[in-house]
């Protein structure tokens, strides 16, 4: 039985090329498992410089934060409203991202004796970025002589041009892409528009990290009052924004989110405390904390509500008040959850009516009343299911806002830009963008973007993929020293994947059981030799277990009764094949 969250298309098994002379002197180099040592080649390591650097990076590694493009005249501009107690208002945005990376720098500029204050977009109402209605209300509350942009601004010609109309100075920190025209501010700092090929995958929060250590660099230059202010201790926001975002945990980005874990762990932050609480997140922090407890919880208030509530959370030293905004961020993710799953439920009701894999390349589904909110989430779910580029769009007074999530080697960006005569715009990356429809051109639309994706994906295997990193020889090598290797590897992430392992002829032992709500995760103990793990496979619930199989895996340490032992995460389960020829 396939559940509706269930893909429609089994998975297309395909293992990593791997230089088996490279993994064999790692291997001996590093005294690492034979296992460990393939995944390493396969992933390009050669030496076992390059694999301690990637193993132990290190802060001091961060490269000078004036390399990015304009930072030099960012940083004049900001120091002489400091020392002329000039206002200023940060601009963010309302996803986790934008929300961290105005925490961080109206932290830093507080500490700089500021009263600089922070603005967030109201989703609904403004939409994303630095539009011209959001920065009217930021002038109208805040009054600044200078706004500072986070998380946005790079094409925001219009309201640059309205800042500048009002007298007002306009500096923009950004991640995005940029378009045909740059905002015209006093800087724009994005990694994006220079040569800094090594930043380029910086998350906002890593350009707003970049500005205030350009700014206290700048203070130490000329002898400013800067000794107190100690950014490492801001690493706990880098990491938050940094895996939420879901750039590549690469270079600088995996150097910031690993040592931003501990900094996690060991947060004095009041409202970060108390939100890992109610979520249940202990001292040792992972990515995957961020990415489905944290997070969601941080991104629930911008995408149904007020995001004000999450950067209140993160900037609040009063303790009743941290419990209160988590409660509450706690109940809006749930409330947010329930939305979703009602949205998932019509959108999947609605596709399965006319879906045809031979005539249908790109996915567009609208209806009156969906929440704007959500559709992101909901997209996703969809190109899960179908394995197709998807768009998802909320449709209101005449216009429809709609999510676009992508599948790999689809350019979504460029398919829009393919049909950008259908839309009023769009924006984004490869594989997810957002845009905005006329409700006249929704169908001129719906029909042109599946054109162009038909033309970019008719006959190719559009059925989803089963990576496998490495093969292991014995059920056994998953043991111990294989996962204190992977537990050394982390954080993974776009561009440092989780490892997934295989091992073929594996026996079922005992009867699959079905766990959790409705029965849709499968639990089982497999056996080889004399190896015997415990396996869980969440979503399987509804899935057929041969008596010998090959799985896919993962593995992950059980504490649940102290003795750390290591159990397999099932990421897919085939009929057992013989070992194909080398």
């Not at 460990?36 to 961060?62: E, M, Q, W, Y």
Request: charged share 25%; glycine share 8%; with cysteine.
């Amino acid at each position: 039985m396939i559940g509706k969250s269930t893909p429609l298309f089994s998975k297309v098994w395909k293992s990593a090329e791997i230089d088996d002379a490279v993994a064999g002197r790692l291997a001996a180099e590093m005294k690492i498992p034979r296992p460990a040592a393939r995944l390493l080649a396969g992933r390009s390591f050669t030496n076992a410089g390059d694999v301690d650097s990637f193993l132990n990076p290190k802060l001091a590694d961060i490269r000078d934060p004036f390399r990015l493009p304009a930072m030099d005249r960012a940083v004049d501009r900001i120091w002489k409203a400091v020392d002329a107690h000039e206002k200023i208002a940060i601009f963010g945005d309302y996803d986790v991202d934008g929300i961290t990376s105005a925490a961080l720098l109206l932290s830093v500029l507080k500490q700089l004796g500021t009263s600089a204050a922070a603005f967030l977009p109201h989703r609904m109402d403004e939409g994303y970025g630095l539009t011209v209605d959001a920065l009217e209300r930021c002038i109208e509350e805040h009054k600044p002589s200078l706004i500072i942009t986070v998380d946005c601004g790079t094409t925001s010609v219009a309201a640059a041009v309205r800042a500048r109309e009002a007298d007002i100075d306009l500096i923009v920190t950004d991640h995005h892409s940029p378009g045909h025209e740059i905002a015209p501010a006093v800087a724009v700092v994005n990694p994006k528009l220079g040569d800094c090929d090594d930043e380029k995958n910086l998350a906002g929060v890593g350009v707003a990290f970049k500005l205030a250590y350009a700014l206290i660099k700048r203070g130490r230059e000329t002898n400013r009052a800067v000794a107190h202010i100690d950014l490492k201790q801001h690493l706990d926001l880098v990491a938050l924004g940094t895996v939420a975002d879901i750039v590549p945990l690469t270079g600088e980005n995996r150097t910031f989110v690993r040592h931003g874990l501990a900094a996690i762990g060991a947060t004095k932050r009041t409202g970060l405390r108390a939100l890992m609480q109610i979520a249940a997140v202990g001292d040792i922090v992972d990515a995957y904390d961020i990415g489905f407890k944290l997070g969601p919880r941080l991104n629930a208030a911008g995408r149904l509500g007020d995001a004000l509530k999450a950067l209140n959370l993160l900037t609040t030293d009063d303790i009743g008040l941290a419990l209160e905004l988590a409660k509450n961020l706690n109940d809006e993710n749930k409330n947010r959850q329930e939305v979703e799953a009602e949205m998932v439920q019509a959108a999947i009701a609605e596709l399965d009516k006319t879906f045809d894999e031979k005539s249908c390349f790109g996915l567009v589904i609208a209806r009156e009343g969906w929440h704007p909110g959500v559709i992101g989430i909901v997209a996703s779910r969809i190109v899960q299911r179908y394995a197709r580029p998807a768009i998802v769009i909320a449709l209101r007074d005449g216009v429809g806002r709609g999510s676009c999530r992508s599948i790999e080697d689809f350019d979504m960006l460029s398919a829009l830009s393919d049909c950008a005569d259908s839309l009023a715009k769009f924006g984004g990356h490869a594989m997810a963008a957002g845009l905005e429809v006329e409700f006249s051109q929704l169908e001129n639309f719906r029909s042109r973007f599946n054109e162009v994706a038909a033309q970019k994906l008719s006959g190719r295997d559009l059925r989803p993929v089963q990576k496998i990193d490495v093969w292991l020889d014995a059920l056994a090598d998953a043991d111990e020293r294989l996962l204190a290797f992977v537990e050394d590897a982390r954080p993974f992430g776009v561009g440092n994947t989780t490892p997934v392992w295989g091992c073929r002829a594996v026996r079922v032992a005992s009867q699959p059981r079905r766990v959790g709500n409705d029965g849709q995760h499968l639990k089982l103990s497999v056996v080889q030799g004399g190896a015997q793990r415990d396996a869980i496979w969440f979503g399987g619930g509804g899935r057929e277990v041969p008596p010998v199989i090959d799985m896919a895996f993962q593995v992950k340490r059980n504490t649940y009764f102290g003795d750390g032992r290591v159990d397999l995460m099932v990421q897919d389960i085939r009929a057992s094949q013989p070992e194909p020829a080398r």
